[in-house]
């Protein structure tokens, strides 16, 4: 699943992700790319928002 740390044993609400999982805000689920819109924080290994001008964004909210 992805799970580094959980809210429960045994479950997928996710508070943090293994290395190269991210954290889907909103749905306490780690995967390994984010949705349309996100893009994948290495760094705190979440989905963080594209900019509002981007459908899709790679390694920041600006790079469309």
Do not use: R, V
Request: hydrophobic share 10%; proline share 2%.
């Amino acid at each position: 699943t992805g799970c580094l740390t959980c809210t429960d044993t045994g479950t997928t609400n996710c508070q943090t992700c293994d290395t190269s999982y991210y954290l889907e805000f909103g749905t306490s689920t780690c995967s390994s790319n984010c949705p349309d819109g996100y893009y994948g924080e290495d760094d705190y290994n979440t989905c963080s928002a594209c900019d509002e001008k981007c459908a899709t964004c790679i390694d920041s909210g600006t790079n469309c």
